[in-house]
């Protein structure tokens, strides 16, 4: 007879102080669901291919992914053949590239990050109320480069406090700054108290626009990273918002943080003396890529992860109303 009553196997030192803990929320934000779910939706209703100016979203994994489906990924809307659908990416765009799709007479799909739309039209207004605007962000970054188009002649580029001494305006009692969305909560508070020092009477945008996403996965990753060994934050070299979480992560007190675009690319000598372990996401981030690294983790002693939620998120947005247009239309023929 077995006398087997469940006792938990025994396990070493090294393992029974691991932990990992998973930060919630992660992944997917509401604006970039809505923009994959845009793609998704127009090659269903047009059929392929469907041309996408830029990457949708900033992750190499879903790009691939919608282009295995049949959307083509272009630079410029030169490399789009007229009269075909194109899709702007979450990031925005300037007027102009409106106008040029126009011009070439392209069926366009706005998948802006309604977020993003939110910035544009702060940099409409305050150019119409004759501010200097100062956009806090990436050179080069395509969000910026959309901004910077409502009103180039009124914006300029800081990237950093070290910025803020070249600065140049018409009048300094008439100037606004806005920011890129995906920055880092702590440097663009920074940024803005060294602007505020050169310009007192500096207006603020009508609302914080840093997005509830990106603010949301900062806090959580500050939050289990105090304690870490080792933080993996998953999402591609080219999304802003992923980078910042590597330097949040340090600046809260991790021993060391990477970024990896997949469980590929961990380097197994990171867990040489790693027992604690946190992982994240950036907020164009497929799920399975993170469960992917949690398998890695698991296949190397590491114990189930432990969420840690430290905000709820349920916002949804709408998908594009010319989008929404077409698919109703095509559901009445069927």
């Known amino acids: 007879m077995s006398t ?3 006792t938990p196997p025994v396990l070493s030192p090294d393992e029974a102080e691991r932990a990992v803990l ?5 992944g997917y934000c509401a604006g970039v669901d809505r923009a994959v779910i845009t793609v998704e939706k127009a090659l269903e209703t047009y059929g392929a291919p469907v041309y996408v100016r830029k990457q949708i979203v900033h992750n190499k994994h879903v790009v691939q992914t919608l282009s295995d489906r049949g959307a083509i990924f272009v630079e410029e809307l030169t490399e789009v053949p007229a009269g075909q659908t194109v899709v702007f990416s979450a990031h925005g765009v300037s007027p102009q590239v409106h106008a040029d799709a126009a011009e070439r007479g392209l069926k366009t799909i706005d998948a802006t990050c309604p977020l993003v739309t939110k910035v544009h039209h702060e940099a409409k207004r305050f ?3 004759d501010y200097d605007i100062l956009l806090i962000g990436h050179e080069g970054h395509e969000e910026v480069e959309g901004t910077a188009g409502e009103a180039p002649e009124r914006i300029q580029l800081v990237q950093g406090p070290d910025d803020v001494e070249n600065i140049v305006v ?3 009692d008439k100037v606004a700054w806005l920011s890129q969305t995906t920055l880092s909560v702590d440097e663009t508070l920074e940024t803005v108290e060294a602007i505020r020092q050169r310009f007192p009477n500096l207006l603020d945008p009508p609302s914080d626009d840093i997005c509830y996403a990106t603010q949301n996965r900062q806090l959580a990753v500050k939050e289990i990273s105090a304690d870490a060994d080792l933080v993996i934050v998953v999402g591609s070299g080219n999304s802003s918002n992923s980078v910042r979480l590597v330097e949040v992560a340090l600046e809260a007190g991790a021993k060391a943080s990477y970024r990896v675009d997949d469980a590929s690319e961990i380097d197994e000598d990171w867990f040489d003396g790693v027992d604690r372990v946190a992982v994240t996401s950036g907020a164009s981030v497929p799920e399975d890529l993170v469960e992917g690294v949690l398998a890695l983790l698991a296949e190397h002693g590491y114990p189930d992860a432990r969420a840690v939620q430290s905000a709820e998120e ?4 709408a998908l594009p109303p010319e989008l929404r247009r077409d698919m109703r239309a095509v559901a009445t023929r069927q």
């Open 4 to 6: 087997d009553l469940g």
């Open 22 to 26: 998973l930060a919630a929320p992660r």
């Open 127 to 129: 150019a119409k109320e």
């Open 170 to 172: 018409r009048d300094p």
């Open 314 to 317: 349920s916002l949804i947005f």
